[in-house]
């Protein structure tokens, strides 16, 4: 119980944050070019109260931590609402909005590690705070990976639909009434790994390049 409570209390603000800076995007990017069906709808803002659900973000995470022993854990915020008809050109700016959720879960990566490295130069001694900011480097590369899965409703699978020629997009966006299963399945079947992994060591690795410049001037 008590591991329990420190991880929570380690990984809370990592996850909330990375879950509503990640839907605000996609909100946002959807009224940028030219839906306003989540702005409207109370979506694009900050509070994560707005795009908490609680079975897919509480309710689901907490059961398969607990039953599991945390070796599995899978969760959902609620989705963000987007007519896509709304667009000024609909299958284009598609991947934009879709795109952006996983940008802004890059862009807190990014800034997770800044404040570890921080940390790190400023010998702050305080396990907690390292620990947290771990956390949100690995909670924001793992959202940033498994969103841009192709497979539909997921971010990935939008942007897919978005590239193909118009008669391809429409057959491969039929998948999207089945997505949530076949990724379920994936993830029980230990396969989603082989696609987590690659992404998230990618992403990684070009956060340390990013960050080179930065160690420099902090040595």
Do not use: C
């Amino acid at each position: 119980m008590n591991e329990l409570i420190q991880t929570v209390a380690v990984y809370a603000l990592p996850v909330i944050f990375a879950i509503t800076l990640h839907e605000a995007a996609h909100a946002f990017a959807a009224k940028f070019f030219g839906d306003t069906t989540a702005y409207s709808q109370g979506r694009m803002t900050l509070n994560p109260i707005s795009h908490i659900d609680p079975f897919g973000t509480i309710i689901i995470p907490a059961v398969l931590y607990i039953a599991t022993g945390g070796a599995f854990l899978f969760g959902y915020a609620k989705p963000v609402p987007v007519n896509f008809a709304n667009l000024r050109k609909p299958k284009q700016d598609m991947a934009w909005v879709a795109l952006a959720g996983p940008a802004a879960n890059f862009a807190m990566a990014f800034l997770w590690m800044l404040l570890a490295i921080f940390l790190q130069v400023s010998d702050v001694s305080e396990d907690f705070f390292v620990r947290m900011a771990n956390a949100g480097i690995l909670t924001n590369l793992v959202m940033f990976a498994f969103n841009l899965f192709p497979i539909p409703p997921l971010d990935g699978g939008r942007i897919l639909v978005s590239l193909l020629p118009y008669k391809l997009a429409y057959k491969f966006a039929q998948i999207e009434q089945y997505g949530f299963f076949i990724v379920m399945a994936l993830v029980m079947l230990h396969v989603l790994q082989f696609w987590m992994v690659p992404v998230m060591w990618l992403a990684e690795t070009l956060l340390y390049l990013m960050m080179s410049p930065i160690r420099l001037l902090l040595s």
